[in-house]
């Protein structure tokens, strides 16, 4: 059975390629990483712009039904005269 090559050891047989591949391993996996993350947060935000997109179409609707309200308001308390 070896030993386990304690940490000094490790870096002073690292070459500069080992050292370069690792790096360009490393930030393979954090792209992944961002890129799971970004995901996750469409998958998450996608429902919520729908909601919001619907209720606007709502809110719109009840605006003008609101608007038309008004304006019939407005002919009866000026009355049958001015019709």
Do not use: C, Y
């Amino acid at each position: 059975m070896h030993p386990k090559p304690k940490a000094n050891d490790l870096a002073g047989s690292l070459t500069k390629q080992d050292l370069h591949n690792m790096e360009e391993r490393l930030i393979e996996k954090m792209r992944d990483m961002q890129t799971e993350v970004l995901h996750a947060f469409h998958n998450w935000a996608r429902p919520s712009e729908i909601k919001s997109r619907a209720h606007g179409a709502n809110i719109a609707g009840l605006e003008e039904r609101i608007s038309l309200l008004e304006e019939r308001l407005n002919e009866i308390g000026r009355g049958p005269k001015h019709q």
